[in-house]
């Protein structure tokens, strides 16, 4: 019988070969960043931008995956549901479903100011994480919206909220967060979209730009005068980036999100080869000519203002090349992770569907 006893040696012994080995590893990353930004800073420089707007366009669809880099439905969304649910003598609220696909369906609100007069020029707002379209029109409580959605309406324009998911929050968000009962996982959902060539910010984008399709069909609507987005958070995630794809949305006001994604390298923030071609300074180039209101909060605990500060260097000779300097503006707030209580971004993305 053999009763030698296994060799057991202290987990300490191999701590410096682990420590060697994920030190060489953050610094091969480093250096291949300083190569991406190199290779990023001659493929999109201003000039070649104004030259060639869809080129870039295209790569940006093509980096994102399908459907973007797909040919689109040619009907508008069919919709399947409408029911209003209420009314003030402000606003009417409506809760919509689409069919942007044949085998998937978008929910959201559509808010149509009472008082109009004619058609309405209308805006997208997003709502950001652990939320939903209900949460930042002010039907579940407390948030930190602080009424974006209202405020829109009360300046003549009708409002849609589209939901995406992003609906799930942590126990200490909540009462402002609140839980909805669908779980899922977003990390794997778009880990398993990128295994067939798409991501969840592909099909998202898809969705919300199917969603202008809708509005264009609305008899409330003026789309002769484009569409305004805005959102918060995640919402200000996909303002940029659907602004970047959808030349129809000509002014976007991007909120709480503007920053590194080098610092913020979340999993649906990332694509692959993403740092050599576009980063969050490249995606709001896409935007220019037309109007982006980028807001940061000075005191945001969830992207801080330096990475934004440092990214935001970078856009405004992209504007200055297409001659679109006054179309641009960069915002701070001395606030959290909230919109700001003044108006200026949203008269802002008013003013430019008039011009």
């Avoid at 100011?113 to 652990?130: L, M, S, T």
């Avoid at 303002?239 to 949305?249: C, F, K, Q, S």
């Avoid at 801080?304 to 707030?333: C, M, N, Y």
């Amino acid at each position: 019988m053999d009763t030698q006893q296994p060799f057991l040696e202290n987990k300490d012994a191999s701590r410096p070969g682990k420590e060697a080995y994920l030190r060489g590893i953050e610094r091969v990353l480093a250096a291949r960043r300083q190569a991406c930004d190199a290779q990023r800073a001659a493929w999109i420089t201003p000039e070649a931008l104004k030259r060639d707007p869809q080129k870039y366009r295209r790569a940006f669809c093509d980096l994102l995956g399908w459907p973007l880099n797909a040919p689109r439905e040619s009907e508008p969304p069919r919709e399947l549901a409408k029911e209003r649910i209420f009314a003030d003598e402000e606003v009417e609220i409506f809760r919509v479903r689409l069919q942007v696909m044949p085998d998937w369906e978008l929910p959201g609100l559509l808010l149509l100011p009472r008082n109009r007069a004619g058609k309405c020029r209308a805006v997208v707002f997003q709502h950001g994480g652990g939320g939903s379209p209900e949460l930042c029109c002010d039907l579940h409580g407390a948030n930190n919206y602080r009424h974006g959605p209202r405020r829109f309406v009360r300046h003549g324009a009708a409002v849609f909220a589209p939901q995406v998911l992003v609906w799930t929050a942590s126990e200490q968000d909540a009462p402002c967060f609140p839980g909805y009962g669908v779980p899922y996982n977003r990390a794997q959902i778009d880990a398993q979209l990128k295994q067939v060539g798409s991501s969840i910010a592909a099909l998202e984008i898809y969705a919300i730009s199917r969603a202008l399709d809708y509005l264009e069909t609305l008899p409330e609507i003026d789309a002769s005068a484009g569409f305004g987005m805005a959102g918060l958070s995640y919402g200000g995630f996909y303002t940029l980036v659907t602004a970047a794809v959808d030349e129809r949305i000509r002014a976007a006001y991007s909120i709480c999100f503007f920053n590194s994604l080098y610092r913020y390298s979340w999993p649906d923030f990332c694509w692959k080869g993403a740092a050599s071609r576009f980063m969050a300074a490249e995606i709001a180039a896409l935007v220019a000519p037309r109007a982006l209101y980028i807001e940061v909060g000075e005191r945001d605990h969830v992207f801080a203002i330096d990475s934004a500060l440092e990214e935001w260097k970078r856009v405004p000779a992209f504007f200055a090349a297409q001659g679109a300097q006054d179309r641009l503006r960069f915002h701070t707030v001395d606030s959290d992770h909230k919109m700001d209580e003044g108006d200026a971004g949203i008269e802002f993305v008013l003013a430019h569907l008039r011009a």
